[in-house]
């Protein structure tokens, strides 16, 4: 039985954006499955074998190098095939294996939306942790609204790392988070609101939410392409170290 409570959803199609750089396109996504929560400080411990104090509130302060570890660490302790190969810091995803991994964005945006076009799928008082609640960390999870797939907390409470780069031509390679934080301004809290950070960096309302789903297509999968990314990271080249990317 598996450790991680996830969701099959059917496939469908989800409308994204980039507001800075006013592109707009559509993905058609495979069925796929997202964790009904957010990995919580408990899951984490327990996977990684961190005997620090645990809770059931989001797991945060992890880079995405710590969420793609834990992506393959869970994946072993469920028996499935890690879907991660690391080397000096690069990553790969083996799109044929069974285990963990990070939603791609459109695979997010599309979980997160739930059949819904707006800003929020419902609202965002009822359904999400913002600085309008007034608390000063993650709470615990599962104590707002789902939205209609039955998803907790996927707008509010912590962002949650994506696999998608940014955009490699501005930023290099820093990597998606969305969905908004406890302490954010309503208006940053959208399901199209895209925001990142470099792999190795850490973020204290950045956690993640687990994906699950193969498929048999090589270096591309659900909106997401390797070869695009280096097409996209030569058009400019990187920006400045020190960049910091605002919300789009």
């Known amino acids: 039985m598996a450790t991680?409570?996830?969701?099959?959803?059917?496939?469908?199609?989800?409308?994204?954006?980039?507001?800075?750089?006013?592109?707009?396109?559509s993905v058609k996504l495979e069925p796929f499955s997202i964790g009904v929560v957010p990995i919580t400080?408990?899951?984490?411990?327990?996977?990684?074998?961190?005997?620090?104090?645990?809770?059931?509130?989001?797991?945060?302060?992890?880079?995405?190098?710590?969420?793609?570890?834990?992506?393959?660490?869970a994946s072993i302790y469920d028996g499935l095939v890690?879907?991660?190969?690391?080397?000096?810091?690069?990553?790969?995803?083996?799109?044929?294996?069974?285990?963990?991994?990070?939603?791609t964005e459109a695979e997010w945006e599309y979980a997160c939306r739930a059949g819904t076009t707006g800003p929020h799928y419902g609202?965002?008082?009822?359904?999400?942790?913002?600085?309008?609640?007034?608390?000063?960390e993650p709470q615990a999870v599962g104590l707002k609204q789902p939205n209609t797939f039955g998803l907790y907390d996927t707008l509010g409470n912590a962002w949650e790392w994506c696999w998608d780069l940014l955009d490699p031509a501005r930023y290099g390679d820093y990597r998606v988070f969305r969905g908004g934080g406890f302490a954010d301004k309503r208006w940053s809290v959208r399901a199209s609101t895209r925001r990142g950070g470099a792999p190795?960096?850490?973020?204290?309302?950045?956690?993640?939410?687990?994906?699950?789903?193969?498929?048999?297509?090589?270096?591309?999968?659900?909106?997401?392409?390797?070869?695009?990314?280096?097409?996209?990271?030569?058009?400019?080249?990187?920006?400045?170290?020190?960049?910091?990317?605002?919300?789009?």
């Open 200 to 248: 190795g960096m850490k973020h204290p309302d950045v956690g993640l939410r687990v994906a699950n789903g193969l498929f048999h297509t090589g270096q591309s999968a659900q909106g997401w392409s390797a070869q695009a990314d280096i097409k996209r990271g030569t058009v400019w080249g990187p920006l400045p170290s020190g960049w910091t990317p605002l919300g789009e």
């Open 123 to 136: 609202s965002l008082e009822r359904i999400a942790w913002t600085a309008d609640d007034q608390v000063d």
């Open 41 to 73: 400080e408990a899951t984490y411990a327990q996977m990684m074998g961190d005997d620090k104090p645990s809770s059931m509130s989001p797991v945060v302060d992890l880079s995405w190098l710590d969420a793609v570890r834990f992506c393959n660490t």
């Open 4 to 25: 991680l409570a996830v969701r099959p959803l059917p496939a469908g199609a989800v409308d994204l954006h980039v507001a800075r750089r006013r592109r707009h396109w």
């Open 82 to 103: 890690p879907v991660y190969t690391m080397d000096e810091g690069n990553v790969t995803w083996q799109t044929e294996a069974s285990g963990y991994r990070l939603p």
